[in-house]
T-cell receptor
Framework: AQKITQTQPGMFVQEKEAVTLDCTYD???????LFWYKQPSSGEMIFLIY??????QNATEGRYSLNFQKARKSANLVISASQLGDSAMYFC??????????????FGKGTRLSVIA | DSGVTQTPKHLITATGQRVTLRCSPR?????VYWYQQSLDQGLQFLIQ???????AKGNILERFSAQQFPDLHSELNLSSLELGDSALYFC????????????FGPGTRLTVL
């Protein structure tokens, strides 16, 4: 079974609008971490935001916020005020295990976001 | 710039050959991870080292091997290369004990002809 599911292969958003990228996950662990990475056309993987399973508040980093709904096992990424430079592939990932652990990440298949001027 | 370096950036080789990919983690990071990104398989974890010791293995083929040296840099060795090994190979590093983020290098794009 897929541990990370990203159901939107591609998304379009108008510049300056907000967009939500969906991510659902599957784990039986109580401790886990959820991550979002951005991969522009140049290929590098850029860390965006992290949410721990025990964090009570949704994570925010600048224009990025993570809408964490634990009961629904979803960790959607919200990008506010989209910019042309946000056009990229976005990957949701999960690391199972306690905070501070150094276990590998499991990635979803990604969502390609295109920002339109 | 994540602070993780990978060389070479591009590699073109023939089937049956052997190549070595090199990774230098961020200063102070003890954990190194190798990932493979291909069109059909997506991003897949291959292997992890922590302070010189292998800690976790993912979908790594027997033809592939890795090691982490005392200075913490790591090498991924790919042998008997096949067309299907063409992919982007990422190295990532993390501190390992207190932090959660893994920082990725720019990747090595391997093309097997």
């Amino acid at each position: 079974a897929q541990k990370i599911t990203q159901t939107q292969p591609g998304m379009f958003v108008q510049e300056k609008e907000a967009v939500t990228l969906d991510c659902t996950y599957d784990t039986s662990d109580q401790s886990y971490g959820l991550f979002w990475y951005k991969q522009p056309s140049s290929g590098e993987m850029i860390f965006l935001i992290y949410q721990g399973s025990y964090d009570e508040q949704n994570a925010t980093e600048g224009r990025y916020s993570l809408n964490f709904q634990k009961a629904r096992k979803s960790a959607n990424l919200v990008i506010s005020a989209s910019q042309l430079g946000d056009s990229a592939m976005y990957f949701c990932a999960m690391r199972e295990g306690p905070r501070g652990g150094n276990t590998p990440l499991v990635f979803g298949k990604g969502t390609r976001l295109s920002v339109i001027a | 710039d994540s602070g993780v370096t990978q060389t070479p950036k591009h590699l073109i080789t023939a089937t049956g050959q052997r190549v070595t990919l090199r990774c230098s983690p961020r200063s102070g990071d003890l954990s190194v991870y190798w990932y493979q990104q291909s069109l059909d398989q997506g991003l897949q974890f291959l292997i992890q080292y922590y302070n010189g010791e292998e800690r976790a293995k993912g979908n790594i083929l027997e033809r592939f091997s890795a090691q982490q040296f005392p200075d913490l840099h790591s090498e991924l060795n790919l042998s008997s290369l096949e067309l299907g090994d063409s992919a982007l190979y990422f190295c990532a590093s993390s501190v390992g004990l207190a932090y959660n983020e893994q920082f990725f290098g720019p990747g090595t794009r391997l093309t097997v002809l």
